[in-house]
Structure formats: structure tokens, C-alpha cells
């Protein structure tokens, strides 16, 4: 029988994972890259149509080409980011964000997360068109995240550091070419996995009693818009810190 995992060990490593920016050039055994992808072959997707397929990226070309790739997207990004009050744009993007790319050149595996719509046709027609769960695609884009989740978690319990780095329309076609995937497939995130180079700065929550409401909605804990927008300042001023290795 599996041995159970006490609570205060898996809050620990819940608690333990932390993106990761900057690693170490020391080489990730195949091992724990499959423990890893087994982890993420296991997520929660809804009809079960685990929509998820994984690329391992090893190939020091293939890197380069895909790190070059992002910094061509990220000059965008960073347009964009400037349209903004300074005091509300991502740390990262305060000045031009060349020393801020993530670990692609240097992480010892990255695995791309790819998501085949089609399977969709799991779960029942009626979530095709009525906007639950936030529009027709969003159970998709959930069960990926999911995967992308669990997949962290189990980069943290082998004590390796990975970062969750969004693809969008802005690279999404360039970086399938790169990788040859199909055009029925998408590719959602990239996870850079490696060791640790740093220790990552506390991290920031919002505290339980601000965001549990007991039977209903407790309208005491409600933010307006004023609120947000102080929470988002201090959010900034936060988290800064994390984003000193890339974003
Ligand atoms: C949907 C989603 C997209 C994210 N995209 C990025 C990203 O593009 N680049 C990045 O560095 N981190 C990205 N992150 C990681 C978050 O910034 C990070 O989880 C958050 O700041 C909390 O910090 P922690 O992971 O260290 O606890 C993403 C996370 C999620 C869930």
C-alpha cells in the first residue's frame, strides 16, 4: 500500500515551490524529468481528455533558437508595458528588459507544454457553448494549467527550481515551427527546470482570512476598484524582488 504523505509535508512542498529564474549549469537527470512528466500525465482535466502532450528540450541549438525567439517577442512585451503608469507595470519591464530574460539559453531541460483542443470532445457539448467555467475553450486552458501545476510541484519535491513562461500569439507560430508541433496543437507554456541558483525572496499571499468567506459571501471582504488599485502598488513593491533573475 502507498505510504500517505502526511499534510504537513505536502504543505511543505506546496509552500517550497517557487518559480525560479536563474540555475545552476549542473545537468538534470533523465530521471527526474520523466518523474516530472509522469506527474503532469496525471492532472485533473474535465471529461478526462487530458489535452496535454509534453516536448523535452535538451538540444543546446534548439534553445538558442527558442531563447532568441523570446527576446524578439519580449521588445514587443516591453512596448506595450510602457503604455502603462510606471507604478503599475511589471517590475521587470521598469527599463528595457534585455539582463531580465528567463533561464531558456541556460536551463539544463525545458519542456514545452502542448494542448490538443480536439479532445474537448470529452466533456459535455453544452460547455461548447454555454460560457461556463469563462468561455468555450477555458476547461481547456484549465486542464493544461493543471498539468503545468502539478508539474511544478514535482520539479519542487526533487528539489529543482522551474519557471512558468506563458506563450502567446506573440511567439506561439514561431516557436511551433521551431519545434516542428502540428498545427492542430498549441503550445501553451514553457517550463525551464534546473537547480536552483539563488534563493528565491519570501513569497507573498494574501492572507486566508482576506479571501475565505464562510456560506456566503462576506461583503466586508470586498475591494472596489480603489482598493485593487492600492493592493496592485503594493503588489509591485512585493514582489519586485522575485523578478530580479527574468521574467
Ligand atoms: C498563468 C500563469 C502565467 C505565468 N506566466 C509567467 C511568465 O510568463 N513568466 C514568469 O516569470 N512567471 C510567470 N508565472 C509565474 C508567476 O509570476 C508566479 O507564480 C507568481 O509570481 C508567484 O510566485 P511563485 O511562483 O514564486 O510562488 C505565471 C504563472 C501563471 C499561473
Redesign the pocket.
Known amino acids: 500500500m502507498a505510504q500517505k504523505m502526511s499534510i504537513d509535508e505536502f504543505m511543505r512542498l506546496v509552500r517550497s515551490?517557487?518559480?525560479c529564474?536563474k540555475f545552476k549549469t549542473d545537468p538534470v537527470p533523465d530521471e527526474m524529468v520523466e518523474k516530472i512528466l509522469e506527474a503532469g500525465r496525471w492532472a485533473m482535466s474535465g471529461g478526462n481528455g487530458q489535452p496535454w502532450e509534453f516536448v523535452v528540450i535538451r538540444d543546446q541549438a534548439i534553445k538558442d533558437r527558442i531563447a532568441d525567439l523570446f527576446m524578439n517577442h519580449r521588445e514587443r512585451v516591453y512596448q506595450i508595458e510602457r503604455t502603462r503608469v510606471k507604478e503599475l507595470r511589471m517590475p521587470a519591464y521598469y527599463e528595457k528588459p534585455e539582463r531580465k530574460a528567463?533561464p531558456l539559453k541556460n536551463a539544463p531541460v525545458i519542456i514545452a507544454m502542448l494542448g490538443d483542443k480536439r479532445t474537448k470532445q470529452s466533456s459535455v457539448l453544452s460547455s461548447h457553448f454555454f460560457f461556463g467555467e469563462g468561455g468555450p475553450f477555458a476547461g481547456y486552458w484549465k486542464a493544461m494549467?493543471n498539468a503545468t501545476?502539478i508539474m511544478h510541484l514535482a520539479a519542487a519535491a526533487q528539489g529543482l527550481g522551474s519557471?512558468?513562461?506563458?506563450v502567446n500569439k506573440g511567439w506561439e507560430e514561431s516557436l511551433k515551427a521551431i519545434l516542428e508541433v502540428p498545427e492542430e496543437l498549441d503550445i501553451q507554456?514553457l517550463i525551464p527546470i534546473g537547480y536552483p541558483d539563488y534563493k528565491?525572496p519570501p513569497?507573498y499571499r494574501r492572507k486566508l482570512s482576506d479571501i475565505v468567506h464562510h456560506d456566503k459571501y462576506d461583503h466586508s471582504k470586498f475591494r472596489d476598484g480603489e482598493a485593487i488599485y492600492n493592493w496592485l502598488l503594493e503588489l509591485r513593491n512585493r514582489?519586485e524582488k522575485?523578478?530580479e533573475h527574468?521574467?
Do not use: E, I, L
Open positions: 515551490r517557487r518559480s529564474r528567463p494549467a501545476q519557471q512558468w513562461v506563458t507554456t528565491a513569497p514582489t522575485s523578478y527574468g521574467v
